[in-house]
């Protein structure tokens, strides 16, 4: 009850503070779609419903490019899948409600399926950005060939035509498109404010940190997939009957990059440049291209490349930009939970080896790790200290030898299952992302434990303990508002450090978490760390190049050489051996 | 005219928002062989790689007798007499060792010449100018970077970590072929090392560098071993 | 035997419609969506030529000229500055490309152009009439491979542009003027697109439009045969190969789409492509 009520209070703030006048700009938009046949002709209304459901395709466009990332040439496919699915039925099956309910389920459901299938193909670990593009782009191919050799059944090339629609008249189809549009509009509006939708940004941003926080990125991405393909599928459904013919050429991929033409001009992730600019150039081409319609296409064509090439964030780029408004959430601690402290290894690796072609990086490792310790990585340049740790946090490395976690064997699982096994990574350049501010990070870093909502952002953050003492440290604590890209080099450092302990792993791998950071600063991380160590029974494993902060921490030294490990003692073993001693001198050679 | 060949004063460079060099001070005399010390992660790399105009000042001077040189991009140093081994992924694997000696070059037509020059000191690889770089073991790899470097008969030498993962006595040939070609041309070479055995056989300086700056410099002797280990080891 | 002489043109078609593609993504990694209307200025530079008198195989030094120039351009202008942002690289020369399809139609209408053919009729191949036109693209297509080869193998010019493939950093710490590589390489790769658009002008119906048909198969061959050669050659055999049984036996619509489907498949199952094994 009280969390209700603490919601609800939230969503208010929300609405007052710039809720009110987009509010009052929802209804003036509401107000004009169902007023406007009034004042329309036909021919005007007519457009405009096209133009409206057009903008509701460049919506999806923007959610799938503009916020997560994904180019896509190919929404058109799905949007042809819907048109088609209706005008199929209503062709060959023949109007009357049950038929509409009929293509209206079918023009969801199938490019759904399409889409998921799709996304399938286009997101699998270690896929590239460019292969998903790719295959956008020859889905819609694939989908018109389909259509030209459907002969008379998809009426190939000259598409469907005459078939009962929806006795709506074009001025309730106006009004029906324009609603859908601004429900649509709004909804994607809330989505990307919310927890949720940051998440979606963290991918576009930096799918890798993603991963290692435990998203399972390439799911969500075909999840918007296939929700999306679904949206399409509904515009197309609305196209079928508003336009009473369907053509190959909706289903194309020329289609579909007049949407990415339109999302580009209004201005990708903001939702209302790419529903303008679709509204805008359609209507407009729809006045201009009678009289010159070469001339308009090479003006949108000059438009585009000069955009990208001058304004990258499109029309709405030029507005002036908001600040990063409303209050940071507030950190709460949670309480310190001990970590399960059996004497069992957490982390074993046996006989480990790692190879590029002929060239041998690790070769024949072995280390136990038990909850609770604090293990250093020392060793010259080229030791293969980072390769190590690149081998404990992602299965699907090639290596010989074993790795298990809590006894399971890690090979093949990406680093997102890697990460739910409770092993959090730090990376030696600090990964966080950049276009986010400081709260909107560690709030991605809780994403695995806190289900983020789709509707608002919640306004407090939960970190463990540990989390909050790195931020006060770094003074990071009072920066929670500002964007990450102003930050210092070791304040990035440290978000990323609090992001990975707020992750609550068992084990912690951290590559040189103190580089960039003052004599201070380090002796602070020291403290912490030690403290998540011995008395909360985490463990990690510590890559560092200044000794005396080695010293200072860890229990256990291991010291790499040309790949092997060469020792594995206490602190002072390790110091005062001669091996030691000639391999920071250079003799050591086998 | 001076008689130091590179001068770097009080330099600051880095990647994004990090400087890694913070007011880098250094000399380096006409014939002299200096080695740069330190441990990973201390600049030394960047150092090189700045002098080469590989990344961008941020302050200070970098100068070849006494001429400012910094924003000249690394075409011009090694048309102006600047020799460069790097460290990281120095070689193109999958080119043959002619080629790779080639790219080097400016021009083909001085090849005949420059390979000779190179075989003096490493005469197995004129014996095997077809062979693959990536075929190659590591000393071997090494010397090919130093006889790379050494293409253009430069009078300043740069080496990053040449000795890293090799055998003692390709190590001894290294040093062997450094000491040969200052007696011959009379050029100065600055050699970043980790290996301290290595580097003080070759250097007539040392400095040592830690967190972007020069914490201590000296002329090698006796006593420098000891000096530089406790800089260096743990 | 017609059956393998069809799939050896085709493949030889491929061949020459991705190089200029292929040159392009090499060297400077982006995808170059003009491609298509480097293809249709080629087919134009016949239209053109012929229409003034000349011999149609004056268009072939005609077109490297003009795409030559228009690569220059293009590098400049707009590539260059996309430099670091390769997915709106790709999406600005796809703009560029619109842009040159929309003055083409608006200076020679979008009909269907006729230009005399290179080569007519047919010569017998063991007894049997074969188009001597497709045997030639053959040969050129054999040309073609064989001067890739040796400017890569034999040139200075080739071993920058390798070097450059195979490691920028390097190749600029040697001294290499690698925006120099680019430019030129841009100009080579627009210059051999628009030389294929003249070859195609005897197959291929001449439209504004003609090169997006024709942009996706080259995409798709050059994304599964990265930066090899030999990969390309091999790959526009095998999917030339499937595209012609296909529509020989199954149906020509869905030959069409052969090449892409395919090339995503072997993408999804070896991301590799055949540029390894």
New interface residues.
Partial sequence: MADRAHSLAVSDRMFTRHGTGLFLLGALALALVLLGPLFLDRFTQNVLTRSMIYAMMAITVDLLWGYTGI?TFGQSAFFGAGAYATALILTHIGGGMQNFALALALSVILPMVLAALVGW?SF?H??????A???S??VP??LT?AI??GGSFTGSSSGLVGYPVMKLGAANYFRLAGVALILFAALSWIIVRSDAGRVLVAIRDNPLRAAYLGIRTQKVQILLMTVLGGIAGLCGFLYANAGRIVAPEIAG??FG?QM??WT?LGGRASIFGPALGAIGIDYLGAQLSGSMP??W??I???L??AM??FV?RGLVGLLPRRKHSGAAPALVALPDQRQESGRDALLTVSGLRKAYGNFVVLDGIDLKVRPGELISVVGPNGAGKTTLLRCLSDGTETIEGNITVVDKDIAGRPPEDIVALGIGRKFQVASVFESMTVAECLRLARTTHERPSLWHRASTIELPSAALEILALTGLNKKLGEPVSGLSHGMRQSLELAMVVAMQPRLILLDEPTAGLTKAERTLIGEVLKRLTQNLGYAAILIEHDIDFVKEISQRLVVLHQGRLVMDGSVEEVVNSELVRSIYSGMAHD | MTDNRLTIEALTSGYGETDILQGVALTLCRGEILALMGRNGMGKTTLLKTV?G?IQTRAGRIMLDGSPVDGK???W???HGVG?A?QE???????SIR?NL???L???RDLAKALQNVGRSFPFLLERLEQLAGTLSGGEQKMLILA?ALMNEPDLLLIDEISEGIQPSVVQRIATALKTERERRGISILVVEQNLDFALSVADRWAVMKLGQIVDEGACNAESRETVLKHLSI | MALLLDITTTAALLFIVSAGLFVIFGVLKI?NFAHAAWLTIGAYTTVVATRMGFSPWLSLPLAVFVGGLLGAATEIA?VR??YR????A???T???G??IV??I??TFGRDMQMPPALITGTVDVLGMPYSSYRLFLLVAAVIMGLAFVLVLERT?LG??A??VI??E?????????TSQVRLVTFMLGSAIAALAGVLLTPLSSVDPTMG?SWL?GA??LV?VSGTSVAALALACLCFGAAQVLVSTWI?P??G??TV??LC?VV??LH?KGFARG
């Fill in positions: 180019l193909l699998y270690k896929s590239t950005p460019l292969y593009s790719v295959i782009l020859v191919i694939v060939q030209f050799a991929f020329g990059t990415i033409v580009a070469y001339v296409q090479l949108i064509g000059v585009f490349v990208i090439l990258p | 080469m590989l991009p690394p075409a140093l090694l048309a460069y790097p992924l120095p070689l193109f694997q999958d080119l080629d080639r790219l080097a400016r021009h083909d790379r | 995808i707009i500055p996309l942002r390769s997915l709106d790709i999406l600005a796809w703009g560029l619109v842009v929309q003055i139609t608006l200075r071993l920058n390798q070097a195979m490691n950093t390097l190749a600029r710490a040697l001294g290499i003027n997006i996706i995409f798709m994304m149906s619509i869905l069409s789409v892409a489907v995503a993408l999804r991301p």
